[in-house]
């Protein structure tokens, strides 16, 4: 079973922390740590929790933000209420995945939380990437027009009919529908990449994980 991710706010305003990291804990599939309010609290939390992703404000009572970021091996979202170009400039070349300007209604984190979590589930693995596993994992982080305009082809909505409720791997879909495993498993990555199914890994006794998928609801 996937671990859920873990998720450290790092915000001095106690309040908007607290409504960040409620943000996180209504998400499936992340874990809300207890958010801490300067970046000496911050670096104490990355030893005794190990989180996932952070969700950091520019500017601290005791240091830079951005350059935190810049400084931790942790994925990092940047969460600030400077709009100015170069502040985001710096924050993008710190290796933040997002930048959210302050105050932004819940829904906005929400949406980049789960983008977030699709990525994280695409590039779950020890194996070599193709160019379009990247470039698919990139698109869902940052969202695209394209992405999400395209319609359900036929063979696509006869695969979320055969997935059904429950999980299955491409080989079982391929069974069930009708279909060769190369198909069924083309048009999973398709859906995958558009956020209408959701890639889970089950690890047997051969040490080699199996994709296991199921439609998101």
Excluded: C, W
């Excluded at 300067?38 to 933000?65: E, N, T, Y």
């Excluded at 470039?135 to 992405?147: F, V, Y």
């Amino acid at each position: 079973m996937t671990q859920p991710l873990r998720v450290l706010v790092v915000d001095d305003d106690f309040r908007v922390a607290g409504l960040h990291r409620d943000v996180v804990a209504s998400r499936a599939g992340f874990t809300a740590l207890d958010p801490v309010h300067s970046l000496g609290a911050a670096r104490l939390a990355l030893r005794a929790h190990s989180p996932d992703l952070l969700l950091v404000d520019a500017f601290l009572p005791d240091g830079d933000g951005v350059e935190f970021v810049a400084a931790v091996d942790v994925d990092a979202f940047v969460l600030s209420a400077a709009t100015d170009a170069a502040t985001v400039r710096r924050a993008l070349r710190a290796g933040a995945l997002a930048y959210l300007t302050k105050p932004f209604e819940a829904r906005v984190l929400a949406e980049r939380l789960d983008r977030y979590a699709r990525m994280r589930n695409l590039l779950g693995t020890d194996r070599p990437l193709e160019q379009e596993q990247i470039d698919r994992a990139l698109t869902i982080l940052h969202g695209s027009a394209d992405a999400t305009s395209v319609s359900r082809t036929a063979t696509e909505q006869v695969i979320l009919e055969g997935l059904g409720d429950g999980e299955a791997s491409a080989a079982e879909v391929a069974e069930r529908v009708g279909i060769s495993r190369a198909t069924a498993q083309r048009h999973l990555a398709a859906l995958a990449s558009r956020g209408q199914v959701e890639v889970r890994l089950r690890y047997g006794s051969t040490g080699r994980p199996e994709h296991r998928y199921a439609a998101t609801r």
